[in-house]
């Protein structure tokens, strides 16, 4: 599925880096999402953007900061991480309604922190 | 309890069928969900049930729900190889809240 697109695939960074990941959905969707799938752990919510709004997960550290200049944009900024950030970062979008609405997300950035 | 629970492995014999069970959470959940992921890709959206419904078919696919236990099951007929990956089931609790995932069922396929 292409309706959601992210960039790079691959990403492998220092500690002292600043890299940006980024999503693109082709949906028309109005809620975008970043999850964090680590080996052996469900999926972590991050950060939601719906109706312009934002949300966050308070347990994610600051050295993530999240961007979503438009409905069709997301951006995931990145500074100063850990060995323990990395994992596969996935976006995924939806639109927002009373019923059914399920995610659809992108093929994830694969992030190596060294 | 307040985690969606999966076994985390299942190994199955190609031809032969697949049961993945959960449990999820909250008996007021209006949407469940049943999503694949394959080596090196995103969670691709299976199949859905809604909560009034006791069981859904599509092709090769069973879903059912049980509310009473909070149980939901995806049952695969004539497993192929190309069924392994990693099943998730995910919940939409009261509120419209963002989907709550469990830790996902890796399903292995024997030729």
């Known amino acids: 599925e292409t309706g959601v697109t992210q960039t790079p695939r691959h990403l492998v960074m220092g500690m002292t880096n600043k890299k940006s990941l980024k999503c693109e959905q082709h949906?028309?969707?109005?809620?975008m999402y970043w999850y964090k799938q680590s080996a052996k752990k469900p999926l972590e919510l991050m950060f939601v953007?719906?109706?312009?709004?934002?949300?966050e997960n308070n347990s994610v550290p600051s050295r993530f900061s999240p961007e979503c200049p438009n409905s069709s944009h997301l951006f995931l900024h990145l500074h100063t991480l850990q060995p323990e950030d990395s994992a596969l970062y996935l976006c995924a979008s939806s639109q927002v309604r009373e019923g059914n609405s399920p995610l659809h997300f992108g093929n994830g950035t694969r992030l190596t922190v060294t | 309890g307040e985690d969606v629970e999966q076994s985390l492995f299942l190994s199955v014999r190609e031809g032969d069928s697949s049961v993945i069970n959960c449990t999820y959470t909250?008996?007021?959940?209006?949407?469940l969900y049943w999503y694949k992921q394959e080596p090196g890709a995103g969670l691709q959206l299976l199949t859905y049930i809604f909560s009034n419904m006791d069981m859904k078919q599509d092709q090769r696919l069973t879903v059912l729900l049980n509310k009473k236990d909070k149980h939901l099951s995806l049952r695969i007929a004539d497993t192929q190889t190309g069924d392994s990956a990693i099943y998730f089931c995910a919940e939409v609790k009261a509120g419209n809240t963002p989907l709550v995932f469990g830790k996902g069922t890796r399903l292995s396929v024997i030729a």
């Open positions: 909250d008996s007021s959940s209006t949407y």
């Open positions: 953007y719906s109706l312009e709004e934002r949300v």
């Open positions: 949906l028309g969707h109005n809620a």
